[in-house]
Structure formats: C-alpha cells, structure tokens
Nanobody
C-alpha cells in the first residue's frame, strides 16, 4: 500500500508561482509513474502532468494547458514528486491531486491508470 500526501497549495495572484509536493510512503516509489491531476468545481478531473518510471522512458508529459508553465520532477531519495507552477492563471484554480501508477502504464494521462491517490491540495489563483 502506498500513501500519498500533497502539500504546498494556497492562494496566489495571477502570474504568481506555487510548488506542490507529494510525499509517498513505500520502498518502490522510484518504480512508479507519478502524476498530477486537478479538478475544478463542476468539472471532471483532468490530467496535468506525469513523470514516468525511468526504465519505462523516464520522460515527463504535460497537458497542453500547462505546457511551458508547469514542471514536474521527482526526488526518489526523498520519495517525493513536485509540481512547480509558474505564470499561474485563474483557470488553474482547482484541487490538485497526486497519483501513483505501480505498473507505469502507457496511459499516464488517464486517471484510471493510477492505483493510489492523495487527498488533494487546493490551489486558488485570483485575478
């Protein structure tokens, strides 16, 4: 069983930055694909970014809406994945969820591929 705990959310003005962290339990963290999803009120949960297990391809992937503004990274020694969010916009307002895929599926952009989820952290961007 893997437990994921997000932190770093908050209120920020448009154009500002936040860094989300997701701390994971478990010794096999480095072998998981890690993803960030978000859900705004009244909307479905959507893919934000993923970083694959390095023996898959080790690459990072982003939704078009955040490409060039957000950066996902991981520190396997700390069992932590990060989401650096720059140039934030009001439409980035959502609850952000961290997720772990133990099978490192090719479908990293779909929530169904992930086995474990955190409880989420609120990000609010004011205009």
């Amino acid at each position: 069983q893997v437990q994921l705990v997000e932190s770093g959310g908050g209120l920020v003005q448009a154009g500002g930055s936040l860094r989300l962290s997701c701390a994971a339990s478990g010794r096999t963290f480095s072998s998981y694909t890690m993803g960030w999803f978000r859900q705004a009120p009244g909307k479905e949960r959507e893919f934000v970014a993923a970083i694959r297990f390095r023996w898959s391809d080790g690459n990072t992937y982003y939704a078009d809406s955040v490409k060039g503004r957000f950066t996902i990274s991981r520190d396997n020694a700390k069992n932590t994945v990060y989401l650096q969010m720059n140039s934030l916009k009001p439409e980035d307002t959502a609850v952000y969820y961290c997720a772990a895929d133990r099978h490192s599926s090719s479908y990293y952009y779909t929530s169904a591929a992930y086995d474990y989820w955190g409880r989420g952290t609120q990000v609010t961007v004011s205009s």
